[in-house]
Structures are given as structure tokens and as C-alpha cells.
């Protein structure tokens, strides 16, 4: 392990759970911590300094809602990924809105997530040093000049639809729930069905296939994901 191995730090009350991360994850190179409960977890976060956590929502003591939004409101920045043996669009959904960069529902796949861990990392570094221009396989999006091009060619967007694509592009690689892009783009809780509409559009413009988008996938019940910026 090098000297300068991601931290990471896993709060989930289940040892074999926590087993299969320390190995699992040790093998690519991350420096593991475990807090099997909520309070275990409050004092880690401060005594290790971790570079992600990745929470589990069920925990025995403070529900990991609680901890999320605790950890948000006292400023804590890096990278959430939560950990849930739920399928309810809901918790997720209210996990996302507290703050949380992600979701991985159990049973999971190591490499699922370790590419969610590389994504939430890579966003969170983007965030700290913004680049003007994006681009992901033939889309590129220049946020300076609010041009949008497609294999070379360029795309005239309507007002809604580029920024909606503006805010997709400012949080590459991470769900965003309806309600968020909602806010973000009208002001307000205005009905789903609009952002529907504008995403749609916004797809008959961008994807070769529109039914089947590469780059604005749909999280079911939750949101949309734009894909990540090439490296």
C-alpha cells in the first residue's frame, strides 16, 4: 500500500459486510477503517480524516440519515456513498437529498463499487478545480461559451434544456433527484412530469438513440445520471 492510499472509512454494523470491503478494497490500493456503529463512526470521522465514507443507512444506534445530515450541516465535503440494503426509491431519494454523492444497494459487486468510489473521488476533485469544457465519448459542453456539440456538430438547445444539461455536466457521474434538478432549474418543486418533458427533448437532441441514451441514463424513481467526463 502506498504511503499516499486513499482513506476510506466503512460504518456499517455488519462484520462479514465489513470484511469483504477491508479485503475487497485493500486490493486496489485503499487504506480501510470500519466503525461498526453510529458513534464509533462520529469519533472516526474526526480522529482518521477519511478521503470517502461509505455509510450504511441501517445502523444500530443513529440511523444513517441522521449521521449523513449531521456531517453535512457541520461542512463535511468529502464524498458519501451510501450503503443500502433497501430497495425503496424513497430512502434513497432522502439519502441523495441529505447529501449523499451515491448509492450502492446490497448485495453489491466489488467493481460496481469501486468504479462509484473512482467517480465520487474524480467529482469531488472536479468541484474543487471546475473546467469550463466537458466532454464524455462525442458530447462536449464548453459552460463558458454555453455551446453544446455532438460528434463535431453543433446543438442548439432551448434556455430549460441547457440548463438542465449545465447542471448535469457540473455534477457528472452523480444521481440527481428530480427534486434537485427541479430547484435547481425552475426555483421551485414544480411537477416531475416537466423535467420529464425537457429530458426527453434534451435527448432527442444529444443521444444517437434517444430509447436508449449513453449519456443521460434515468436511475428509476430517483433521478438522472449524465456519464462522467473522459479522462
Do not use: C
Not at 50 to 72: K, N, S, T
Request: glycine share 8%; charged share 25%.
Amino acid at each position: 500500500m502506498t504511503l499516499t492510499a486513499v482513506k476510506i472509512l466503512v460504518v456499517d454494523d455488519e462484520p462479514p459486510i465489513r470484511r469483504l470491503l477491508r479485503v475487497g478494497l485493500a486490493t486496489q490500493d485503499y487504506a480501510v477503517s470500519e466503525a461498526g456503529n453510529g458513534r464509533s463512526a462520529q469519533d472516526m470521522v474526526r480522529t482518521e480524516l477519511p478521503d470517502l465514507i461509505l455509510l450504511d443507512v441501517g445502523l444500530p444506534d443513529i440511523p444513517g440519515h441522521d449521521l449523513l445530515r449531521e456531517w453535512r450541516e457541520e461542512g463535511l465535503t468529502l464524498p458519501i456513498i451510501i450503503l443500502s440494503s433497501r430497495t425503496d426509491e424513497a430512502g434513497i431519494v432522502k439519502a441523495l437529498e441529505l447529501g449523499a454523492d451515491d448509492y450502492v444497494t446490497k448485495p453489491f459487486g466489488m467493481n460496481e463499487l469501486v468504479a462509484r468510489i473512482r467517480v465520487a473521488l474524480r467529482h469531488r476533485l472536479q468541484q474543487q478545480g471546475e473546467k469550463p469544457l466537458f466532454h464524455t465519448g462525442g458530447l462536449s459542453v464548453d459552460l463558458v461559451k454555453r455551446s453544446v456539440r455532438v460528434d463535431g456538430r453543433e446543438v442548439k438547445l432551448s434556455p430549460k434544456e441547457y440548463d438542465i444539461l449545465r447542471i448535469l455536466v457540473q455534477h457528472a457521474g452523480k444521481v440527481l433527484t428530480h427534486q434537485f434538478l427541479l430547484k435547481q432549474v425552475w426555483g421551485n418543486t414544480a411537477d416531475v412530469q416537466y423535467l420529464r418533458v425537457y429530458v426527453r427533448q434534451l435527448r432527442q437532441k444529444i443521444e444517437v438513440s434517444p430509447d436508449q441514451p449513453q449519456y443521460i441514463t434515468t436511475e428509476t424513481g430517483v433521478g438522472y445520471r449524465l456519464r462522467e467526463a473522459d479522462i
